[in-house]
């Protein structure tokens, strides 16, 4: 089967808006998501970033934009759409792109990043994204295959530390790698200045979910600039 449903190239320079809302939250529910996804395309976002199968698919119904889509499953390790079956259900669900984690590490159903993505491939027509944490897992991710390669777990695998803002070196370095896969910075971008400066970085794209979707994260942020 063809991955080549949506153009990258709509992405290139673009933003990405990430709507997440945690389990037990009150805007837990995939209508809502949908809804948030579709006032983040309103304002500009090029594509859209949501986690969860029912999320996938109303936010695939409420947007003509391209949809990243992911399966959290746990909270420590490989839990980013950490196996072949979630990601294949992502796709079904309507995913355009099928984030996943991209690390090193072992993936709970003993395949391979390389088994993983082509497996992906050969299920369905998603592109995948590797959710990465370091310079060492980009480079095996595009050598796995990957059609995107994203600074996501940049300081939530271990490898590097949990920057305030975006992990600018890391995004740096990946990007003067020069790999087959384009890179999208994700990952603590809090400000249009510093969304900016991940492109300027060498990004070719840029992930914003929590400054733009997460209120309750937003509010305590003002909260805590009124305390402290
Ligand atoms: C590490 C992890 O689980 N990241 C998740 C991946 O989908 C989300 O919780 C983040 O919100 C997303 O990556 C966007 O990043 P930020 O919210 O920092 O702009």
Same mark, same amino acid.
Request: proline fraction near 6%.
């Given at each position: ?75 420590? /390790?490989?839990?980013? +759409? !950490?196996?072949?079956?979630? #990601?294949?259900?992502? %796709?079904? =669900?309507? *995913?355009?792109? $099928? ?87 994700? /990952?603590?971008?809090? +400000? !249009?200045?510093?969304?900016? #400066?991940?492109?300027? %970085?060498? =990004?070719? *794209?840029?992930? $914003? ?20």
């Amino acid at each position: 089967m063809p991955h080549t449903l949506i153009n990258l190239d709509s992405l290139a320079g673009q933003l990405v808006v990430s709507a997440q809302a945690y389990p037990g939250e009150p805007m837990r529910d995939p209508r809502t998501t949908a809804q948030v996804a579709a006032s983040a395309v309103i304002g500009g976002a090029a594509g859209i970033r949501v986690q969860g199968i029912a999320d996938i698919q109303f936010t695939r119904a409420a947007v003509e934009v391209p949809v990243i889509g992911l399966w959290k499953d746990g909270h420590s /390790g490989v839990f980013i +759409t !950490p196996t072949l079956q979630h #990601a294949l259900s992502c %796709a079904s =669900a309507g *995913a355009h792109i $099928v984030a996943i984690d991209g690390t090193r590490r072992p993936r709970p159903d003993g395949l391979t990043l390389a088994e993983t993505v082509a497996g992906i491939h050969a299920g369905s027509n998603a592109l995948v994204m590797a959710d990465c944490g370091s310079l060492d897992d980009a480079v095996a991710a595009a050598e796995a295959g990957a059609d995107i390669i994203g600074t996501t777990l940049a300081g939530y695998s271990g490898e590097r530390p949990k920057t305030d803002g975006p992990d600018l070196e890391l995004i740096a370095q990946i990007a003067a790698a020069g790999l087959d896969a384009p890179l999208i910075a994700e /990952g603590r971008i809090h +400000t !249009p200045a510093q969304a900016r #400066a991940a492109l300027d %970085a060498g =990004a070719f *794209a840029v992930v $914003v979910g929590t400054a733009i979707t997460h209120p309750a994260s937003i509010t305590g942020w003002f909260k805590d600039a009124l305390t402290a």
